[in-house]
């Protein structure tokens, strides 16, 4: 019996360094993000794209410097979507981007603790879903026409299914796992989408209607009211899901929406976006208009800063995107045309105190200066 006790032990202490080492391998340590640029009195925020991530370390530090420079204090980072992600995501490695697959690099884990150390983090998550839709076509949204997106998953698969599930499971991770301040949700827009058949009887239930409501021609009435009330309803279903999940691990929920001005001159929300409304559950929203050159005249400018001056500050974030058109997502980023220097000075005029520039890699020399000297002499909050 005394013969048997070291060996009992040895086999113990092997069990036990065994145990050791798998959960030394699998252990992720939760990161905090840096508290002191989390509250920010107003926002100079710099969304960074890349045209090449895997490229991408070489100019960090250029890019950094110009926007310390320029005053900025939030840098969002593209965090990817569900089916393409730019930092490794254990147990999703088939939705690891390209970039991440080859270099085994983590961009946003390297990024946000860089940047974290001087500003404000926002991890950026696109909604957009083309490979997942490809998977998974059923979960695909429907248009008013009866065509189903190659990129939008239908409201209530957001909602309530297996992709809003990977969605808040990705924002949890992050949030848990990352040194950022806040999470921002993009993409999700749902107007000329969202009409398929789960769609509709959720709509039904909400409503008590037997259909969708139809013009006279047959078509489905996308601007009926009911369309829009249930639509923001469905969302704030999920926001609040997700503004909780972010609560809970100490970060803030931002909500990236659209508004437009008509050619009369008046901002336009699209039935089913609702400021008020998602502003019970996501902490801040970036609004900003189309890249259509007709929405960035002095006169468009003047009624976007009008509007948005209703809102409380600190709660919106006027948006600017530096594309000269609108593209389709099928654009490759080095095809796309920034707009001109002077129509970015105009938008600058406008922005007031708070101000979310997209994307970092259509910026030049110049527009970098234009930026510092009309940031100059403002203290960074």
Request: hydrophobic fraction near 40%; charge should be negative.
């Amino acid at each position: 019996m005394k013969k048997r006790l070291p060996l009992a032990l040895f086999i113990l202490s092997g069990i036990f360094i065994i145990a050791v080492l798998v959960f030394l391998a699998v252990y992720r340590p939760a990161r905090a993000a840096n508290a002191h640029y989390t509250n920010l009195g107003s926002i100079r925020a710099m969304r960074v794209d890349y045209l090449d991530e895997d490229a991408s370390r070489g100019q960090v530090p250029a890019l950094e410097k110009q926007m310390q420079q320029a005053g900025i204090n939030l840098v969002a980072l593209g965090a990817g979507r569900v089916d393409w992600t730019y930092f490794l995501w254990p147990g999703h490695q088939d939705q690891w981007s390209g970039d991440v697959r080859s270099s085994g690099r983590d961009f946003l884990l390297e990024d946000s603790s860089r940047f974290g150390k001087w500003a404000h983090v926002s991890a950026v998550v696109d909604v957009l879903a083309p490979l997942y839709i490809q998977a998974n076509p059923q979960a695909a949204a429907v248009s008013w026409t009866g065509t189903p997106s190659k990129y939008l998953v239908g409201t209530m698969e957001l909602v309530d299914g297996q992709f809003g599930q990977e969605l808040l499971q990705m924002i949890e991770d992050i949030a848990t796992y990352y040194p950022v301040n806040s999470i921002t949700l993009t993409e999700l827009v749902f107007y000329t989408d969202g009409f398929g058949e789960t769609d509709k009887a959720a709509y039904m239930d909400y409503t008590g209607r037997s259909d969708w409501p139809h013009n006279a021609n047959g078509t489905i009435d996308i601007d009926e009211p009911s369309i829009g009330t249930w639509r923001v309803y469905e969302i704030d279903r999920f926001l609040e899901k997700a503004t909780a999940i972010a609560h809970q691990h100490g970060k803030q929920l931002f909500l990236e929406t659209h508004l437009r001005v008509d050619p009369g001159g008046w901002v336009v929300l699209e039935n089913g976006t609702d400021p008020d409304q998602f502003l019970k559950y996501a902490d801040r929203l970036v609004m900003r208009c189309s890249n259509d050159p007709d929405e960035r005249t002095q006169t468009a400018l003047a009624a976007i800063s009008q509007y948005l001056s209703r809102y409380p500050e600190n709660r919106i974030v006027p948006g600017l995107g530096l594309w000269a058109r609108d593209y389709d997502s099928d654009t490759p980023r080095e095809q796309m045309s920034a707009l001109p220097l002077a129509d970015f000075q105009s938008a600058l005029q406008w922005s007031g105190r708070d101000l979310w520039i997209t994307p970092s890699f259509l910026m030049n020399a110049a527009d970098w200066q234009v930026l510092k000297d009309f940031w100059n002499g403002q203290s960074t909050p």
